[in-house]
């Protein structure tokens, strides 16, 4: 969930809506957002407050959303979207910033996903603003949404969540050992990056295709965003690339293949999942599993549906796009508001909901100026999955 792209030729064929959605009036939650006559894209909340990342929607139509502790103010890193309120989730106490006290506290929530048994799965960083790891932070908390509470938490060692790493997005396959396992990016832009395993059932983990060339970003990769080039610009200092690894991840619905791209990259690459969860299997041979999927354009999150399609932003061009499984690009929704597309959740409602959050116009890009005019949104457009 983080930032770089030039515009790509995509085959539209079968285009599920091609909405341009104009900068001035803003539609009324839940309204559909049109011109020219065609349906398209629903507001679905908007956001006032801190700046989300992450949106997950659960069986029932529950709808969560989580706020990183960068430079905003954060009330709670977690929050269920309620009657149009976000209400810190599962609780506030949980919430409340206690470095003292990491391993029980929410840090800084990167990532929120609900998995196949109906369960909230909250990714802590335990990083604040990108600084140092608090102690005890690193860790992934599983919530029981029949009773609200937490059910799980599985910290991270150091030889796992490296002092370097930045956790960033997770996805789960409940059908692979006793409990099931997930699968998280490191995408640190100062340290190796890789794909965290985590086993469910014994808190255990590892990192796989540590430092390989596919999780990495593009040496000197430079995107156009808001017509012009995106680069972290310091107010003191010359610009320079963002080295943003690994970042969107998804997986196949028969669980067998794990899609992922680096943030500072316009490819998709795939792996197997047998081979990433097998702890016996040599790195090289995890590697062998690897292919590159071609150009997507710049995403930040991904996802996938029924049908085996993989779902992701093109930043570049404000557009929600999907890869076909016979590898053909297409674009599903285009338009100016479109600005920086985060993360994206597939709704047992046939929705694909997305956040849509201007990350590109934070201060680290732009001299220290804050260049993002609220409200963010949360959008959502029919898919035929």
Avoid at 119 to 130: E, K, P, S, V, Y
Avoid at 275 to 284: E, V
């Amino acid at each position: 969930m983080r930032v770089g792209l030039r515009a790509l030729a995509v085959a539209v064929a079968a285009v599920t809506a091609s909405v341009a959605l104009s900068t001035a009036g803003a539609a009324p939650a839940g309204a559909t957002e049109r011109t020219a006559g065609t349906a398209g894209v629903q507001v679905v909340h908007r956001y006032f407050g801190p700046m989300p990342t992450g949106v997950t929607v659960s069986r029932h139509g529950r709808i969560f959303s989580n706020f990183p502790r960068w430079i905003d103010q954060v009330p709670a890193t977690v929050t269920e979207i309620r009657g149009g309120r976000e209400v810190p989730y599962p609780n506030a106490a949980i919430n409340q910033l206690d470095t003292a006290h990491a391993a029980t506290h929410f840090i800084s929530v990167q990532s929120v996903v609900v998995d196949q048994a109906d369960r909230l799965w909250a990714l802590d960083t335990g990083r604040i603003n990108f600084g140092p790891m608090i102690p005890g932070g690193a860790k992934l908390v599983g919530i029981d949404l029949r009773t609200n509470q937490v059910v799980k938490s599985i910290p991270f060692p150091p030889d796992v969540a490296l002092s370097t790493t930045e956790l960033n997005d997770v996805r789960f396959d409940l059908r692979r050992g006793r409990a099931g396992m997930a699968f998280i990016t490191d995408s640190s832009a100062n340290g190796p990056n890789a794909i965290i395993v985590v086993d469910l059932a014994t808190g255990q983990s590892w990192r796989r295709l540590n430092d390989h060339p596919t999780v990495k970003a593009e040496p000197n990769f430079t995107p156009i965003i808001e017509g012009q080039p995106w680069l972290v610009r310091p107010p003191d200092a010359p610009p320079s690339s963002l080295t943003e690894g690994v970042d969107g991840i998804a997986i196949s619905p028969d669980g067998r293949t794990l899609f992922y791209c680096a943030l500072s990259s316009r490819t998709l690459y795939s792996v197997s999942v047998d081979a990433l969860a097998d702890r016996g299997t040599p790195d090289s041979a995890v590697a062998a599993t690897v292919r590159n999927l071609g150009r997507k354009g710049m995403s930040d999150g991904l996802e996938t549906d029924r049908r085996d399609r993989v779902y992701g932003g093109d930043i570049e061009r404000n557009a929600l796009i999907r890869r076909l499984p016979d590898g053909r690009i297409q674009t599903v929704v285009q338009g100016s508001r479109i600005i920086w597309i985060d993360t994206l959740s597939m709704g047992a409602d046939g929705f694909m909901y997305f956040t849509v959050n201007q990350l590109n116009r934070l201060p680290r890009f732009h001299e220290d100026k804050d260049l993002r005019v609220k409200p963010y949104v949360l959008y959502r457009v029919r898919i035929d999955h």
